[in-house]
């Protein structure tokens, strides 16, 4: 019978090890397919970590080709499978990988993808790329998907996007961006600016809409005359506009609202009532209706003068000149050094938010206002609310110390 097989230094070796004439080590094993392969260590304690990390993955049912197969591979097979999920939320995650992460790490092994070389990403991207913060939050939302599902289909035991973009984000302290919302003051001058500029004044009846409902953009620019209830004074909130690119061409299409929470009804201003009948006189005038079609919905109220339905893309631009030109106005006509009351930098989004503002102003309970924007969770409106009710303590705060000093009082 044959002695056990030693190496240079004496010690045993197990059955698939061998040392190599350069003095390294190999183990040669069989995989769960058939196939033999090998690996290889310059010391045998090496080596029998290679050999129980074998083991453990015959064990746990690790697939037999992981280390053939890489992160875009994986991909492939959740583009195919990938179901659930809205058309245009389809194509941004598609363009997210293939314009971010594919060029970076698809080509790696999954097997070899560690936590590691994610967070190391995402700070390459932010750091380096200069990508912002919402948008290593869109790759990480694609990325843990097609990992998880590596997980899943037991490619690897554990996903090493988990935890990873919280870590970033606590290393580099990012906050988020602070809301901008527009003073009394502001949107007093922008509605009166509307209202005397040729230019610009057929803008004022949709700005008025949004400043009077706080409506997100899709659900705004996709309201039909029979969302608006004139009789009992509401706006039915029950889908919303989107705009994306797919195939190289700008597509509109209906999706049902963000959450479940997000279909209601919003009670009408006076204000935004009298924008919308306005809106209809001059439609009614000009005999101009909107024509555009989009998944069976049609008899848009907004519309541009060829009939087309509006984007967000359009209503921003919109938003930058009329500030530019309201601003170049003011300083025109401006006499002295004291500084102007201007217009910020506004989006669409801004008049949301503005909506916000003015009912925490005026001391609106908490849950009416959850309920009129919409928001699902609590939180996302106790976070607004209290931004906002720590501006208003700093005013009420300086208020009242400029009554103090008036009376003599400090």
Request: with cysteine.
């Amino acid at each position: 019978m044959a002695g056990k097989r030693k190496d240079s230094k004496g010690r045993l070796l197990r059955r698939g090890e061998r040392q190599r004439e350069d003095g390294t080590y190999e183990f040669r094993y069989q995989k769960n397919g058939g196939k033999r392969k090998s690996v290889y260590s310059s010391s045998l304690e090496a080596l029998r970590k290679l050999e129980d990390q074998i083991t453990m993955d015959r064990i746990d049912g690790i697939r037999f080709n992981a280390d053939t197969v890489t992160l875009d591979d994986v991909y492939g097979v959740w583009c195919r499978t990938k179901k659930g999920v809205k058309d245009n939320t389809f194509q941004n995650y598609k363009y997210m990988y293939t314009q971010f992460i594919s060029p970076e790490i698809g080509k790696c092994k999954i097997c070899k993808l560690k936590k590691s070389d994610v967070r190391q990403f995402y700070n390459r991207m932010v750091d380096g790329g200069g990508l912002k913060l919402a948008t290593a939050e869109s790759m990480h939302t694609i990325l843990h998907q097609v990992l998880q599902l590596a997980v899943d289909d037991n490619y690897i035991r554990t996903n090493p996007a988990t935890g990873a973009l919280k870590e970033l984000k606590a290393s580099h302290q990012y906050d988020s961006e602070k809301r901008i919302a527009l003073t009394v003051d502001q949107q007093k001058l922008l509605l009166s600016y509307l209202d005397k500029s040729e230019e610009y004044r057929h803008w004022k009846p949709i700005i008025e809409i949004f400043l009077g409902t706080g409506l997100r953009v899709g659900e705004l620019t996709g309201l039909r005359w029979e969302d608006v209830d004139f009789e009992n004074g509401v706006i039915d909130v029950n889908h919303t506009l989107v705009f994306y690119n797919k195939d190289h061409k700008q597509r509109y299409a209906i999706n049902t609202p963000k959450t479940q929470s997000s279909r209601r009804k919003v009670p009408m201003l006076d204000s935004v009532r009298n924008a919308f009948l306005q809106i209809k006189k001059e439609q009614d005038e000009k005999g101009l209706y909107c024509t555009t079609v989009v998944d069976g919905y049609q008899d848009f109220i907004f519309c541009n003068r060829f009939g087309e339905v509006l984007n967000l893309g359009v209503l921003n631009k919109a938003c930058w000149r009329i500030m530019r030109d309201c601003n170049d106005e003011i300083w025109d006509n401006h006499e002295g050094d004291d500084m102007p009351l201007l217009l910020p930098r506004f989006s669409c989004h801004t008049f949301r938010h503005t909506f916000t503002t003015r009912m925490c102003e005026s001391g609106m309970n908490i849950k009416v206002i959850q309920g009129v924007l919409g928001h699902t969770d609590i939180s996302t409106t106790m976070n607004i609310y209290v931004d906002i009710t720590k501006e208003l303590e700093q005013t009420a705060m300086g208020d009242l110390s400029r009554y103090l000093e008036e009376k003599k009082i400090s």
